[in-house]
């Protein structure tokens, strides 16, 4: 099977205005400009099969949302290769378009003053879709997303969470069969961000849709994604299963102590390592294989109130990835 997406050596490269600080300077640099290049993507190489959901991770600025904008055609790549579904995406071929879409949940396609439905319609004459076809597949999406009575208020008065639903409703119209969602999950509440996970979970089996998935919060990368793409500073840091990450770095496990009474900083040094204290609390990072013994020394040692065992968060476990990198 052909891969769905093809990436090799892609970078992306910006050229940007050095601002210099002071009235003098900034005069100068009228007539002088100079520039940097902010190396966004970096050569990065990787292949996604049908039907793969996987995880685009990073802090902020690690270039995600430029990779996810080449692919999706919005960015010419300064160099390398590209394919999205055999197409060179910046070619905006109307074939292409019509087989992906993107979600930013930064920004809104949704037309602000008019109900969602409206955009929802629009969306159906640019991608020419039959009255049969459309109202299926919007009966079906509705549903899912629960929102049978928010599709026809005006955009501007839903909740974010309601607007969220509606935007990906909208990118889904033309049922593509590549899907890059940036942050979909941003600013929502727990309970609307798991029924997001639930619904784009549901769809990737059901449809066998290809999705790039960026986010921020570790439990939508941890419930939906097997693979992991883990990128930083434009490069490609880890590829491969959540898992495998999981065992290879987190051979440690945070246990977390609340005391019934202060406990000195010094008489629990001695016990290991502490990732953060306080009179009333302490974290200590634990090597796997010593959890149980070492929480029972604990409770038998301590004025213990309360005993918490815990993984190390990915966004650490990411850190630590690069900086083993780097190192
Ligand atoms: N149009 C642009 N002009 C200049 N620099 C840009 C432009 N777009 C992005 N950058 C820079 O490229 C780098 C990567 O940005 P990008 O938006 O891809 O990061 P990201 O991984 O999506 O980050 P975040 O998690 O904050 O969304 C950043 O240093 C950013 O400032
Ligand atoms: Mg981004």
């Known amino acids: 099977m052909q891969p769905v997406?093809?990436?090799?050596?892609?970078?992306?490269?910006?050229?940007?205005?050095?601002?210099?600080?002071?009235?003098?300077?900034?005069?100068?640099?009228?007539?002088?400009?100079?520039?940097?290049t902010v190396k966004a993507v970096d050569g990065i190489s990787f292949n996604i099969d049908q039907g793969e959901l996987i995880g685009f991770i990073g802090p902020n600025g690690a270039g995600k949302t430029t990779t996810l904008k080449i692919l999706s055609g919005l960015l010419y790549p300064t160099s390398g290769e590209v394919k999205v579904l055999d197409y060179f995406p910046f070619d905006k071929k109307h074939e292409f378009l019509k087989q992906i879409s993107l979600v930013m949940g930064q920004k809104n396609q949704l037309i602000w003053d008019l109900p969602a439905e409206e955009t929802f319609k629009l969306n159906q004459k640019v991608y020419e879709i039959s009255d049969k076809d459309y109202n299926e597949i919007v009966n079906e999406l509705v549903e899912l997303l629960d929102v049978k009575g928010v599709i026809n208020k005006q955009v501007r008065k839903l909740s974010l969470g309601q607007r969220m639903k509606c935007e990906i409703i909208a990118s889904l119209i033309h049922q593509p069969k590549v899907l890059f969602l940036d942050e979909p999950t941003i600013g929502l509440d727990v309970v609307v961000q798991k029924k997001l996970r639930e619904f784009i979970k549901g769809y990737n089996k059901k449809y066998k849709t290809t999705i790039i998935l960026t986010s921020h919060y570790m439990e939508d990368v941890k419930e939906l994604c097997e693979r992991v793409i883990i990128i930083d500073e434009g490069k490609i840091g880890y590829d491969g299963k959540l898992d495998a990450l999981v065992k290879k770095y987190a051979d440690t496990k945070n246990i977390t102590l609340v005391f019934l009474k202060p406990v000195d900083k010094k008489r629990l040094e001695k016990y290991g390592e502490i990732v953060e204290y306080d009179q009333y609390k302490v974290t200590f990072k634990v090597p796997r294989t010593k959890v149980r013994e070492f929480a029972s020394k604990m409770l038998k040692d301590l004025p213990v109130d309360d005993v918490d065992i815990s993984e190390i968060p990915i966004q650490e476990i990411i850190r630590q990835v690069f900086e083993n990198g780097r190192a």
């Open 5 to 36: 997406i093809k990436v090799k050596n892609l970078t992306k490269h910006f050229k940007v205005h050095k601002r210099r600080s002071g009235l003098k300077e900034s005069v100068k640099s009228v007539f002088h400009r100079k520039y940097e």
